[in-house]
Structure formats: structure tokens, C-alpha cells
């Protein structure tokens, strides 16, 4: 059952027999075994500056009394006794409450998401040259860019003092496209990413959307810049996608929830966001997206969550601890980007339900608005959010009128939801996201959403 990169002692019935041994010692007793293998490329402006393969091998324990939590990380497995003991000690030195772990029925299982990735590392760095290639050939105004692969297939072995053991793999990939253009003191800069945990050849064949990085930060050059004002804007799936995730998503999450008495009246169940159209959801058990797995890092099955449904807030994102503080169910969204962290409340793949308004009725009645695609970059602090559109056009009488460039979205993500006018029927799963939280940054997850109407957003 382990993967051939771990060590052949550290078979399951030995890490279950450590298990057994110390499990008496605390409340709850897991160990989590990590094996990844991956290539990493990057280029800026022509120059390779990393090229790489690899593979790292490690784990953790963690163990958990009276309320208080202990941690050990290694990547050298004949020490797993060691850190058993290590995570036991850091417990109970802690601990000094209660044990609020959500109960969960144990799990046996093995399942597998690897793909085969049969491109040779020449073939990977030749494709980043080849895209780089058409970064670069767009026009003398581009000055810099850049553009970075990377793969990775992993193999995670969790066992617990309950009877839990899974064993669970998958595959990632990622490439991400960048272009800045400059005209005297003026720079634009586009981006595009892609990512697939499908088929390697889902990276293949992008010159289209390389070719719109480019020539969208040079066109941006000679662009108008949007007058500030408060408009009806319509977003694309691409960028509603991301406000679904970056502004809604984070406060579902519990463990922002249940620290915060102000937000946990704020995120009330039962509390109206949106109109009776609204639906938003959470989710890796559907699988094929980025933010998919059978399991959590907790050992917890996949579930989707709906969150809002007919536009009252009915759901919020668990752990087994935040489950257990708060009285409700895990939802398996217990999370860590690799062994040296611990798992935490994480986003899988974040999505707002498709509408029933035609795409182009969405422009009806507006006679001066904004229409935003894509996604430059943007930032949430608590309820506020601003993010930069890729791309943007004025409104006007109802049609998309002239491109106008420097578009920011901003506002409060709660005033922002009632204020969604109109769904609509499109929709579209954007893969390309990397999630940030507690310093673990590029966490893989998927975002979807249909095109959305939205009335008094702040443009600037």
C-alpha cells in the first residue's frame, strides 16, 4: 500500500502498532506520511532561472489533549517514533481544556488521482521556451516577461488512534504566463494561468491565450483610464469567480469564524445575503478540478457544502475541531499544503450556482457601466474586497462600448451579494487558482461562477 519513495519499513501496520503504542497518552493520535515528486521551470525574459526535478519525502504528528495541540514535522522517517513522542509532549504541555473534536466513523480506503505526466523535462522546458517565444514576439513594447511550469504527483498515507487509514494520491500541473509593456512612463502588465490535475496536454497548445497576455498589456498602453465613479458593472465568469473565493469564501471559513465573536454574528445562519437566485457552494467530491480529493488532511471524506442557498447563508467550511466547537457537521475542507504545516479550514473548489438571464440581456438598461473580465490581482481585509480587472469596457446604452484600462473593483463583500441584479445562464470552472492562508501559500483549488449583473460597485 506505501508508495515505492517511502521507506519499505514504514509500512501501514507499523505506523498503526506506533499508534496502538502511544495512543493512550492523549485524546487523539494521527500520523500523516508525505511522498511528492515534481519538476519546476521558470523563465523570465529568455533566461532559464530555475530547472528543476525532484522528489521529498517526509511526515507529521499530530496529537491532541485536553484541547491543545501538538505538532511534529520530520523528513526523516526512522526518526517517526521520536516525533510521536515530541507531538504527544507539545499536547499535553498545552492542553488545558476540553475535547472538542468532532466525532468521525473511521475509514480504510485507497484511492488514486495520478496521471501519467509522459513529457521528458526536455519536452517541459522546450514548452516554456516555445511560450516565452510568443510572449516576447508580440512587439518591441513588451519588456519583460515570464513563464513558469510546474508539476507535481503525491502520495499521502494518514493513519489515526480511531482506525482511520487512508492512502490517497494525485497529480497537479500549472503553467502561468506574464507580460509587462511599457510606453514612456506608462507599464501595463497581463497574465494568464493554467492549470489541469486532467492531462499534461491541457498545457499544450495555449499560444492563443500567451498571444492575449501580450497583446493585452501592450493595447492597455494607448487605453483610457476609467473614471472613478460608483457603477453597474457586469463581471465575467473568470472574475466572479474569484470574488466568490477571495471575498465570500475566506469568511465561511470556520476557523475565521469561531475566533471572532463579531464575524460569528455577522455569519449567523439563517442570515440573508442575496436575492432567491443565489446560490453558492463548496466542494472537492466532484472531481476533476484542483481543489478535488476524496480525502482531507484530517482523513475526512470530500463533501460539497452548499453555503448560501436561495440567497440565506445555511452552511460554513469545518475542520474537525471548528465542527466540534461550533456543533456541526465536518465538511472536509481540513487542509495543509505539504508535512511541515498542520492541516487548517480550506477552500476546495468555490462556486456560484448558474443563473437563468441571458448573457447579453445582462447588459439591458445600463446607460453607463463597466464590464470586467479576467483578473489582474486584488486583496480582501475582512468584509472589504478590491480586486483589477484583466480587461474592461465601458457601458453604454445598454452595449460594451470603448476598452478603458486600471478598472478596481471595490466594496463590502455582504453589500456586494444583495446587490447582484442578475445570474447569468453562462458558466465557467477556472483552474488556475493558488490559495493563500496562514502561510501556506499556493494551495491548489478551483473556481466557477456564471457572468454576474452587480448595481453600485465603486470603480476606480
Known sequence: MVNSNFNQKWVPDVIEALIQKYKSQVDFLAIRLESMEGTEILLRSGKVETLSTGVSVGGQVRAYHRGGWGLSSFNKLDTLELRVQEAIAAARWVGNDENNLAPLAPVRDQKSLIIPIQATLAQKRDLCFHYDEILRSQSDQIVSNSVSYNDSTQTVIIANSEGTLIEQAWSDLEMRFGATARKGDVVQTARETVGSRLAFTDLEGLDTQVKSAASRAVSALDLPVVQGDTYTVVIDPVLAGLFVHEAFGHLSEADMIYENPDLLEVMALGRRFGTEDLQIFDGASILGHRGSYFYDDEGVPATTTQLIKDGVLVGRLHSRETAGKLGEAPTGNARCLDYHYAPIVRMTNTWIGRGMTPVVDLFNDI???????????????????TFTAGEAWMIRNGKIAEPV??????GNVFQTLGDIEAIANDFFWDESGGCGKGGQNGLAVGCGSP??????????
Open 367 to 385: 446607460p453607463v457601466g463597466v464590464y470586467a473580465k479576467n483578473w489582474q490581482g486584488g486583496m480582501t481585509n475582512g468584509e472589504m474586497f
Open 405 to 410: 484600462r486600471d478598472v478596481t473593483l471595490s
Open 451 to 460: 457572468s454576474l449583473r452587480i448595481r453600485d460597485v465603486i470603480v476606480a
